[in-house]
């Protein structure tokens, strides 16, 4: 948040005194950016609040939700970039400073290592949010690389070409609506319950059916509410034993799972009689 504040009081500087309406416009975008790491950090304090009375699963879900805000952002950031080079189109002007090269540059390279740092704090930690937040550090370098081309052909062409990083702007646009869907996507299918985790469902198969007593899986089914993931799973056992010997057969299975998986904040397990286990488990 500090560095998009520095960013954009430069940009905002550097483009008025530059003549550059695509530096502006950037701008306006890191003023975004600033809001869209807000909203991360306050939906992340929810999330991981600790589950109550009113919310037993506990508060995971209001990370996706930051999610969704920051893609939202990310498509204002785009309508208010689009607007302003739109506007400027229609407008005579002067060509851009070179000097607006050098700050165009060395803020493609900052925001390109901002989005490095925040995805892989994201992919540690398996926020959703985090990484919509480093998506949105991306497309403010796309969009600060789609003016540095448009500057270029303005002072390289001349007369005629004044215009050339408003259109670069507006297609920076495109680009900045295609992350937003990006970051959409991948919230939306947690809100959903989306079934997306194949290998984790694999691994929480392998550690129950190698515990004793167990004659095979049926169901399992992951979701994420947050940092964390919930399974619920369907055990085969002896349809001889007794329901005591079945259910310390579950929590054998569960233990075993929490322990090698600690991502994994719960397993709902249900226990199938041998009765039902096919030919190839019994």
Same mark, same amino acid.
């Given at each position: 948040m500090l560095a998009n504040t520095f960013l954009a009081i430069g940009k905002g500087v550097v483009g008025f005194l530059g003549n550059s309406s695509a530096l502006i416009a950037d701008a306006m975008e890191s003023l975004n950016d600033m809001l869209a790491s807000l909203l991360v950090i306050i939906g992340l304090r929810y999330a991981t609040l =600790? =589950? /109550?009375?009113?919310?037993?699963?506990g508060h995971g879900k209001a990370e996706p939700l930051v999610g969704f805000a920051v893609a939202v952002v990310l498509v204002a950031s785009a309508v208010l970039v689009a607007w302003h080079s739109i506007r400027s189109l229609m407008e005579p002007r002067e +060509? =851009? *400073?070179?000097?607006?090269?050098?700050?165009?540059?060395a803020i493609v390279l900052i925001k390109e290592l901002m989005y490095r740092f925040v995805r892989k704090k994201g992919e540690q930690t398996g926020s959703n949010s985090l990484q919509a937040d480093a998506w949105h550090h991306r497309s403010d370098a796309l969009t600060s690389g789609a003016a540095f081309v448009g500057i270029s052909v303005a002072l390289l062409f001349g007369e005629g070409y004044e215009? #050339? /990083? /408003?259109?670069?702007?507006?297609?920076?646009? %495109?680009i900045i609506l295609y992350n937003a869907y990006r970051m959409f996507r991948p919230a939306?299918? *947690?809100?959903?319950d989306e079934h997306k985790y194949p290998e984790l469902e694999q691994a929480v198969r392998d550690i +129950?059916?190698?515990? #004793?007593?167990?004659?095979g899986t049926e169901k399992c089914y992951v979701r994420k %509410?947050?940092?964390s993931y919930y399974v619920d799973l369907h055990l085969w056992v002896d349809g #001889?034993?007794?329901?005591y010997e079945g259910h310390n057969i579950a929590? *054998? +299975?569960k233990d075993a799972i929490r322990a090698a998986l600690p991502e994994i904040a719960d397993v709902h397990i249900h226990v199938e009689p041998a009765a039902q286990v096919p030919a190839e488990f019994s």
């Open positions: =600790p =589950p /109550d009375e009113n919310h037993p699963y +060509a =851009p *400073e070179a000097y607006t090269l050098y700050a165009l540059a215009h #050339a /990083d /408003d259109w670069a702007a507006l297609f920076a646009c %495109v939306l299918g *947690e809100v959903m +129950a059916e190698g515990t #004793a007593g167990v004659h %509410v947050g940092l #001889a034993i007794s329901v929590h *054998e +299975a």
